[in-house]
């Protein structure tokens, strides 16, 4: 079954250099979110989209910002990168009509790893 | 803002049963759900809670007492590759999911 794509899996940045990362949902699946992990962390919600629409903003830094497309894939851009960024960024996306559809289940992707130097 | 309380660490043996308990304190309640994540890697769906009771999936069980603002994950018949981190999440009245900080379960041989 297919399962949500991150790109890139690995990304590393200078401080005050911009990063953006990629996500593509599960087909069918409505809404998008968006979890920054730091080391030792739990993930910490960032956005949501729900039908290429902002639903929700959770702890998400003014110098990020997100969007999703009309084919449903999201982006996360990050700039003004400071060390503290440092952490796996997940995306997950939940919908559709499958078993757990009506718990909303999130199924999250692979993560991408930034590492700012 | 949520408040989601886990245990930080556990330690059992493998072929035992662990208990991780929950405790949380949500504006409003949608649900309550139990993710695995291995070191590195994306939290995987164990099981949800909406409703009163215990939901049996195999080796893992999950309870929940919505008046108590209590859940448990329970895990029989450990096996070597359970050892992760196991987060209990709920999700609100406006229904955003917040994480607890996780439980590091180690199965030792």
């Known amino acids: 079954a297919a399962g949500v794509i991150q790109s890139p899996r690995h990304l590393i940045k200078e401080k005050r250099e911009t990063a953006t990362l990629k996500c593509y949902p599960i087909?069918?699946?409505?809404?998008v979110y968006w979890y920054q992990q730091g080391p030792g962390q739990d993930p910490q919600f960032l956005i949501s989209f729900y039908e290429k629409m902002q639903s929700d903003k959770g702890s998400i830094p003014d110098r990020f910002s997100a969007q999703q497309f009309s084919d449903y894939h999201s982006e996360l851009n990050m700039s003004s990168l400071e060390l503290g960024d440092s952490a796996l960024y997940f995306c997950?996306?939940?919908?559709?009509?499958?078993?757990?559809?009506?718990?909303?289940?999130?199924?999250f992707g692979a993560g991408s790893r930034l590492t700012v130097l | 803002g949520q408040n989601i309380d886990q245990p930080t660490e556990m330690t059992a043996t493998e072929g035992a049963i662990v208990q991780i308990n929950c405790t949380y304190q949500t504006s409003g309640f949608n649900g309550l759900f139990w993710y695995q994540q291995h070191a590195g890697e994306a939290p995987t769906f164990l099981s949800y809670?909406?409703?009163?009771g215990l939901e049996e999936k195999g080796r893992f069980s999950s309870f929940l007492s919505r008046s108590k603002g209590y859940s448990y994950l329970l895990l029989k018949e450990l096996q070597m590759k359970d050892s992760a981190s196991y987060l209990c999440?709920?999700?609100?009245?406006?229904?955003?999911?917040?994480f607890g900080a996780g439980t590091t379960v180690t199965v030792r041989a």
């Open positions: 999440a709920v999700r609100d009245g406006d229904y955003k999911l917040s």
């Open positions: 809670n909406v409703l009163d």
């Open positions: 087909p069918r699946h409505d809404t």
């Open positions: 997950a996306s939940s919908g559709g009509t499958g078993t757990f559809s009506g718990a909303n289940v999130l199924t």
